[in-house]
């Protein structure tokens, strides 16, 4: 059974590992049951609220990237949410480690021109969700409302 903790716990990033990477956890609130993944940053920027992450390319660990359309299912983490470093406000910074969602209601970046709604979403450029045909696409979200236009965050279930 997966290790139940707080919602500001799964929200502090830190610039040294305090878990082992990979490590999974989970969450309650309001809108459910959330699994998280802890990981390293190693996308060579700061990660953006409702940006997707893919393990980065040649990594052996829990590193992260931004996802592009190379994120399968099968290479898709998860999607930065809100974070705090040392109780502020903060980006998930490179090179930090931290947790992202893998499994739950959260928030993802649209693409430019916005989502329509009940849209299964699969991974685009820079860490952003689209649109994506069953069966041609690996999908990996699933947003009720549609996703406003101009890549703004919108609430979508992120799929395991």
Known sequence: ???????????????????????????????????????KNGSGG??????????????A???????????????????????TLNGVSSLFLDNYFGFVLSSGYGRVLGIAAG???NSSLTCVAAGEFNAGTIGTNDLVAFNSVALA????????????
């Open 149 to 160: 236009a101009g890549t703004v965050a919108g609430s979508a279930y992120i799929k395991p």
């Open 61 to 83: 660990t829990w590193e992260v990237a931004v996802s592009t359309t190379a994120a399968s299912a099968a290479r898709f983490v998860g999607v930065a949410q809100t974070y």
């Open 115 to 117: 989502v329509g709604a």
């Open 46 to 59: 700061s990660l953006k609220v409702g940006q997707g992450t893919m393990i980065k390319d040649a990594s």
């Open 1 to 39: 059974m997966l290790t139940e903790f707080t919602s500001d716990a799964v929200s502090a990033i830190d610039s040294t590992a305090n878990y082992k990477l990979g490590y999974k956890v989970f969450t309650k609130d309001s809108t459910g049951t959330k699994i998280w993944t802890y990981v």
